[in-house]
């Protein structure tokens, strides 16, 4: 038997790991993707914005899930790199600047439009916690990593 107060403590620690293993499957956000700030297709890395029909999310970071279409579209399931947080590299841009926590998911070789529909996320393995970079360029190069990283979590 588990608790789901341990559960929650994992989530919310950003362990989805130790979650997964007390669910016996992965934890999952479901939501649909909506229209962001298109800061992701500026830097070459789009990502799919998601209304988490949840209140529970991860602590904010970068994680490795599995990513799936809820009514059919993406079939198999399609590996993502997914950033939970404020973008606090871009909150110096002032009024309208991010301060909100977004979900935010970029879509390993994927090409395609997803707006409207719903996403579930299954969430293996953090990559790494929420950080602040001097510039769109070194966001950019740990993004790259961050890839590489979910690559590995995902084969």
Known sequence: MCSSTKIREFVLEG????AAMLLGRPFELTGHVVHGVERGRTLGI???NLDAEAD???KPGVYAAWACRVDGGLTPR????????SNP??????PGAPSA???EAHLLDFDGDLYGGRLRLEFVGRVRAQ???ASADELVAEIRRDILRTRELLP
């Open 15 to 18: 362990r989805v790991e130790g």
């Open 46 to 48: 789009p990502t799919a």
């Open 56 to 58: 529970l999310l991860p």
């Open 78 to 85: 399609l590996r993502a790199a997914v950033s939970i947080g």
């Open 89 to 94: 590299t871009f909150a110096a841009e002032g």
């Open 101 to 103: 926590v977004v979900v």
């Open 131 to 133: 950080r602040v970079f």
